[in-house]
C-alpha cells in the first residue's frame, strides 16, 4: 500500500513539473509570436516595395526587347526594299518572287494605312520590275528573223531555254494582286494596268513576228502562181493558209504565257495576237485574187484550187475564230476571201466559153491559117483534163451560177425545157451540163475556122486534126481517168458524129478527086474507041496529076502529125479507099489491050499513100 502510495506521488511530482514546463514553452510561444508578427510588421513594406521593383524590371526587359525587335525589322525591311528597287538579278529571280511575295502578305498585318501604303508602293515597284523582265524576255525571243522554210513549214516557239525562265515568272505575276482577287489591296489597279500593257506588249511582238515568219512564204506563193500550173498553184497557196491555221493553233498555246488569264482579257489576247496574221492573209489573198483577175482565161485553174483549197478550211477556221472577242466574232477573213475568189471562179465559165466562141470569127489565134492544133482547142483539152481535179470547186461555183447561166449571149432561160432547175440538179450533173457546151462548143468554133481556109482541102485537114486530137484526148484517152464520169452520152455522142465528120470531110476533100477521076464514063464509050482511049489517057492523066498534088499537099499538111496510131489508121482508110477503085480500074483497061497509060502500078500507088502518112 505504502508502495502504491509512494508512486502516487512520484508521479504527481511529474505532473507538476511537466505543466511547469508547459507553461514555460506557451510563454516562449507566445513571446515569438508576437515577435514574429513585428517583424511581418516591418519586412512588409520593403516585400511590397520589392514586388514593384521587380514589374519594374520586368517591363523594361519587354520594353528592350521590343526595341530589339522593331530595330531588327527595321533593318530587315531596308534590305527587302534595296532588294525590290534593284530588280531581279540573274540568278536570283525566285529570291526575288519570295520577297515580292511576303511584302504583299505582310500588308494585311500593317497596323496602320501608312504602313499599308509603304508596303503596297514597293509591291507595286516589285510588279513594274518583273513584268519588265517578261517583256524583255519574250522580246528576246521574238527578235531577229524567224527561220524560213517551204511549204513544210513549222510554226516557231519560244526557245526551251527561254520558256523554262518564263514559265515560273509568269505563274508569279498570276498571284499578283488584282482587284478580282484583292479589291481592297492599295496597289491592285496600279498592278493590273500593268500587267494589261505587258500583256499587249507580249501579244503585239509575238503576232509580229508569226506575221514574219509567214510572210516570205507568202510573197514566195504568189510570185511562183506566174509559172506554175493552175491546179499546182492554188494547192500551194492552201497549203500556205494550212500553215497559217496551224501557226494560229499554236498562238493559243502560247496564251498560257499570258500574265493575266481571265477568259475576257485571254480573247483580247488571242485577238491581238491573231490580227497580224489576218491582215497577211487578206494583203496575200488580194495579192492572189489579182493575179487571176488580170489574165482570167490564162489563171482559171489557179481561183479554182484556191477556191477549192480555201473552202476545205472554212470549218477549222471558224472554230479559230470563234476564240476571239465579242466583238470580233462576226469577222470572217477567210469567209470574205473565198467569196472574192469565188466570185472570180463564177466569171471563168462564161468567160471560157466566149473566148472558145471568139476563135470561131477568127479574131484568135484559132483562126489563124495553117493545119496544126488550135491554139483554142488544146487550151480546151487542157481545161478539161483539169476539171476532175477541182471538181468540187466546179460543182460549187456552177451551183451557184446556175444550169445554164454560163451561156452568155445565148439568149436561152436557163430552167426551162431540156435542163432542170438548180435544186434538182446535182453538182456532177451540172459539170456534165458545162462539159457538154464546151465540147460542143469547141467543135463549133474549129468546124467554124475550118472553113475560113481559102482551100477546102486544107481546110479539111486542119478539121481533122484539130478533132482527132480533141476525141482522142477527151474520150479515148483522157490524161485524167476522172473525166469520164462527166462525159454524158449526148456528150460521147457529140465527139464520135464530130470524128466522123471530120474524117468524112478529108476523104471528101482529098480522094474524092481520085475517085471522081477514075470513073467510067459511058457515053463516050459509046462514041468509039479512039474517044473512048482519050478518055482513058485523060483518067489516067489526070488520077496522076491529082495523086501528085495530094502528095504535095500532105508534105506542105502533115495529118495528125502528133499521133501516130491514129495517123497510120487514116493512111490505112485512105488506101482501103483509093486502091480498090484503082485495081478495077486498072484491071478494066488491061483487058482491053489499053495499059501503057498505066504510069503507077497500084501497088506503088499504095505505098505513095501510105507514105503521105509516115
Not at 511547469?20 to 513571446?31: A, N, P, V, W
Not at 510588279?127 to 523582265?133: D, F, G, I, V
Amino acid at each position: 500500500m505504502e508502495d502504491d502510495s509512494a508512486e502516487i506521488e512520484l508521479l504527481e511530482q511529474n505532473l507538476n513539473k511537466t505543466h511547469q514546463i508547459s507553461k514555460r514553452m506557451i510563454s516562449i510561444l507566445t513571446g515569438l509570436d508576437t515577435r514574429l508578427m513585428k517583424l511581418e510588421k516591418s519586412i512588409l513594406p520593403l516585400y511590397t516595395a520589392t514586388q514593384k521593383l521587380n514589374q519594374r524590371s520586368l517591363n523594361i526587359d519587354r520594353a528592350l526587347s521590343k526595341i530589339d525587335e522593331v530595330a531588327s525589322s527595321q533593318e530587315g525591311i531596308a534590305v527587302e526594299e534595296g532588294l525590290i528597287l534593284r530588280g531581279p538579278q540573274p540568278g536570283q529571280v525566285e529570291v526575288y518572287m519570295d520577297t515580292l511575295g511576303r511584302l504583299n502578305a505582310a500588308i494585311a498585318f500593317k497596323s496602320s494605312d501608312a504602313d499599308s501604303w509603304d508596303t503596297a508602293r514597293l509591291v507595286e515597284t516589285g510588279a513594274k520590275k518583273l513584268t519588265q523582265l517578261y517583256t524583255k524576255l519574250v522580246a528576246e525571243g521574238s527578235s531577229g528573223s524567224p527561220p524560213i522554210a517551204g511549204l513544210d513549214f513549222t510554226p516557231v516557239m519560244f526557245p526551251p531555254s527561254l520558256l523554262a525562265s518564263l514559265k515560273p515568272l509568269v505563274a508569279f505575276l498570276r498571284t499578283l494582286p488584282v482587284p478580282s482577287t484583292h479589291p481592297s489591296h492599295p496597289a491592285s489597279q496600279t498592278i493590273l494596268a500593268t500587267l494589261k500593257e505587258a500583256q499587249r506588249g507580249y501579244a503585239d511582238m509575238r503576232g509580229t513576228w508569226n506575221r514574219k515568219a509567214l510572210e516570205t512564204n507568202a510573197k514566195r506563193v504568189v510570185d511562183r502562181a506566174e509559172t506554175l500550173d493552175g491546179v499546182v498553184a492554188g494547192k500551194e497557196f492552201g497549203a500556205w493558209v494550212a500553215n497559217l491555221l496551224r501557226t494560229a493553233e499554236n498562238i493559243l498555246l502560247l496564251v498560257d504565257l499570258a500574265p493575266l488569264s481571265s477568259p475576257s482579257l485571254l480573247a483580247s489576247t488571242y485577238d491581238t495576237l491573231l490580227t497580224p496574221l489576218l491582215q497577211l492573209f487578206t494583203d496575200t489573198n488580194s495579192s492572189f485574187t489579182s493575179l487571176v483577175k488580170r489574165s482570167l482565161h490564162k489563171y482559171t485553174f489557179h481561183a479554182l484550187s484556191t477556191y477549192s483549197a480555201l473552202a476545205s478550211s472554212q470549218v477549222q477556221w471558224e472554230a479559230l475564230l470563234a476564240r476571239r472577242g465579242e466583238g470580233r466574232k462576226d469577222a470572217n477573213e477567210l469567209r470574205d476571201g473565198t467569196n472574192a475568189i469565188r466570185g472570180v471562179c463564177l466569171r471563168s465559165f462564161p468567160e471560157f466559153l466566149a473566148d472558145l466562141k471568139l476563135a470561131a470569127t477568127g479574131s484568135g489565134k484559132g483562126g489563124e491559117l495553117g493545119v496544126g492544133l488550135a491554139d483554142f482547142v488544146v487550151s480546151a483539152v487542157q481545161y478539161l483534163d483539169k476539171l476532175p481535179e477541182v471538181e468540187r470547186a466546179v460543182g460549187s461555183a456552177l451551183h451557184a451560177l446556175g444550169d445554164g447561166n454560163w451561156k452568155m449571149g445565148d439568149g436561152k432561160q436557163v430552167g426551162k425545157g431540156q435542163r432542170a432547175t438548180v435544186g434538182e440538179v446535182s453538182e456532177t450533173v451540172l459539170i456534165q451540163h458545162y462539159v457538154y457546151d464546151v465540147i460542143t462548143t469547141t467543135i463549133s468554133s474549129v468546124t467554124a475556122v475550118s472553113r475560113t481556109q481559102r482551100r477546102g482541102a486544107f481546110g479539111s485537114v486542119f478539121l481533122l486534126n484539130n478533132i482527132t486530137y480533141f476525141h482522142t484526148r477527151v474520150l479515148l484517152k483522157p490524161a485524167h481517168s476522172g473525166l469520164a464520169e462527166y462525159l454524158s452520152k449526148p456528150t460521147t455522142d457529140a465527139l464520135a458524129s464530130a470524128f466522123r465528120t471530120a474524117k468524112a470531110g478529108y476523104f471528101e476533100a482529098n480522094y474524092s478527086p481520085l475517085m471522081q477521076a477514075l470513073s467510067e464514063d459511058r457515053e463516050k464509050e459509046k462514041v468509039g474507041s479512039s474517044a473512048w482511049k482519050a478518055a482513058t489517057k485523060e483518067k489516067f492523066t489526070r488520077f496522076y496529076d491529082l495523086l501528085e498534088e495530094v502528095g504535095e499537099r500532105h508534105r506542105m499538111a502533115k495529118v495528125l502529125e502528133e499521133d501516130e496510131e491514129a495517123r497510120k489508121a487514116v493512111g490505112e482508110e485512105a488506101v482501103k479507099l483509093v486502091v480498090p477503085s484503082l485495081q478495077r480500074f486498072t484491071q478494066k483497061q488491061r483487058e482491053k489491050e489499053f495499059s501503057k497509060n498505066i504510069k503507077l502500078s497500084a501497088e506503088e500507088v499504095e505505098k505513095q499513100i501510105r507514105s503521105f502518112y509516115k
